[in-house]
């Protein structure tokens, strides 16, 4: 394998930006090569957006192929990396396809909207002796990072509770937008489409889980699945874990925070993206409080998708390159997916579910009894 991986990039909608910043800043590893989507003057687009990132770096431009048929692009033997930035239903998928093709793989989260599908996506990147990671990139900002080490130093003490809250909005527009939005099918609702990165933070900094017990509900989006929902969650190690989401509030996104609690410490973060230590109070008196803030902490990014994505593509990389294992495993999708279908089968059974649940699926919610 060459010194520098070429990518590939399957789905060039909203986030996809995103992923072509990620390959500009990581020039000197990697390059893109080719660009696939349904809609093929946005893989044009998003072409010339990587461009004029070089462009405006110095740096030279690699020929860039663009394709509507992913299966296509995926017959390329000079592609070493497949990053799948679709619409949730179908990364399991193309993911799938990608590895059983010899890429390595980049998924946006969710990795899959069923435990049989995220497990498979697993089994077969170890069959195949290929890389693969889910795009979790708020675990690379530098106040979660900071927030994990003082978990592991054990400066909390016991774990009392912690609390992932998301309170954006998304109106009916958006919706309105993409047809898959919010359906059972290729979406779900407000927890896996848009709260599943904080989900995701709540059940890494907290351990495992026992049980969770919730409720969800469709109150003022036209979509299928929920637009509100809640979880009481108990951890393996005796804590309590609450989760609330919800893309009803008016007018617009008001916080998406983390919190932490413990016998000997307190921690929360903010901002746009998580990226702001809110509070940092620990009874050790091993560090001052604003001191750490100014260390860490940094201004609020242009969107939610915040910055996390370049230093991911990096670790990812050298990854591939080194032959290691990637910093966010893809068990660690499965485990994010799984809270969030936790809570879906609580909802529909109206009752707490044990961990692990078992197979579920969003498409198990389609025969969900409404309520009257």
């Known amino acids: ?40 003057e946005k893989a044009h687009e998003l072409k010339h957006r990587y461009k004029d990132q070089l462009e405006t770096k110095g740096l030279d431009i690699p020929e860039i192929t663009t394709y509507t048929d992913y299966l296509q692009m995926l017959s390329r033997h000079d592609i070493d990396v497949v990053s799948i930035a679709t619409y949730s239903g179908t990364h399991a998928r193309i993911a799938l396809d990608a590895l059983q093709a010899g890429k390595h793989v980049i998924v946006e989260k969710p990795m899959a909207l069923s435990t049989v599908d995220a497990q498979q996506m697993i089994d077969v990147a170890k069959q195949t002796g290929k890389k693969l990671t889910v795009c979790h990139q708020n675990r690379f900002n530098p106040p979660v990072r900071k927030l994990r080490e003082a978990l592991e130093q054990g400066r909390f003490g016991k774990l009392v509770h912690g609390v992932a809250v998301i309170r954006w909005n998304r109106n009916e527009e958006y919706y309105k937008q993409a047809a898959w939005r919010g359906t059972w099918e290729q979406d779900g609702g407000v927890l896996m489409n848009q709260g599943i990165h904080d989900i995701d933070l709540l059940q890494w900094m907290m351990g495992p889980i026992e049980r969770l017990y919730a409720e969800a509900d469709t109150f003022l989006r036209p979509i299928e699945a929920e637009d509100m929902g809640a979880a009481v969650l108990r951890f393996k190690n005796g804590a309590i874990g609450i989760i609330e989401g919800s893309a009803c509030i008016y007018p617009k996104n008001l916080e998406e925070t983390l919190s932490i609690f413990g016998e000997r410490g307190t921690v929360r973060i903010g901002g746009v993206a998580l990226n702001k230590i809110l509070d940092w109070k620990f009874a050790d008196g091993l560090d001052d409080e604003e001191q750490v803030k100014q260390l860490v902490n940094y201004e609020d990014p242009e969107s939610v998708y915040g910055y996390g994505h370049t230093p991911l593509y990096s670790d990812f990389i050298d990854a591939v390159l080194e032959n290691k294992e990637p910093y966010i495993h893809p068990e660690d999708g499965k485990k994010a997916v799984e809270v969030v279908l936790g809570i879906y089968k609580s909802r529909k059974l109206e009752a707490p579910v044990q961990f692990p649940i078992g197979d579920f699926s969003t498409l198990d919610m389609v025969e969900r009894k409404e309520r009257v």
């Open 1 to 40: 394998m060459a010194d520098k991986l070429r990518f590939g990039i399957i789905g060039c909608g909203r986030v996809s930006p995103k992923h072509v910043e990620a390959l500009a800043n990581n020039f000197s590893k990697a390059e893109l090569v080719a660009l696939c989507d349904l809609e093929e």
